[in-house]
Nanobody, 121 residues
């Protein structure tokens, strides 16, 4: 009923740039926060960036000044522009959206399938 489709991942050299996109579809509406998380095998999933419905943003210290999160409410899409990529940024990136559906009485959290980002040198 609710689907998050991610795109934009791939292989890039250190210092390069990459843009991730995540489109929400289905019955979801009244989206609250949208964000990006990443995870490396053997480690916990961590917050990369989040943006509220009002446009307020928050970033992990490791990506501040390099990554930019944005959203297009009309398209129900969240983006992550990544610049000056480092090898440490290599991970599976997951889109996260918190919103309500037409059938729900409250807000729920939804996850994308994940997209691999690999940074080489």
């Amino acid at each position: 009923q609710v689907q998050l489709v991610e795109s934009g991942g791939g292989l890039v050299q250190a210092g390069g740039s990459l843009r991730l996109s995540c489109v929400a579809s289905g019955s979801i509406f009244s989206i609250n926060t949208m964000g990006w998380y990443r995870q490396v095998l053997g480690k916990q999933r961590e917050l990369v960036a989040v943006i509220t419905s009002g446009g307020s943003t928050n970033y992990a210290d490791s990506v501040k000044g390099r990554f930019t999160i944005s959203r297009d409410n009309a398209k129900k899409t969240v983006y992550l522009q990544m610049k000056s990529l480092k090898r440490e940024d290599t991970a599976v990136y997951y889109c996260n959206v918190r919103g309500a559906t037409y059938a729900s009485s409250g807000y729920y959290t939804y996850w994308g399938q994940g997209t691999q980002v690999t940074v080489s040198s």
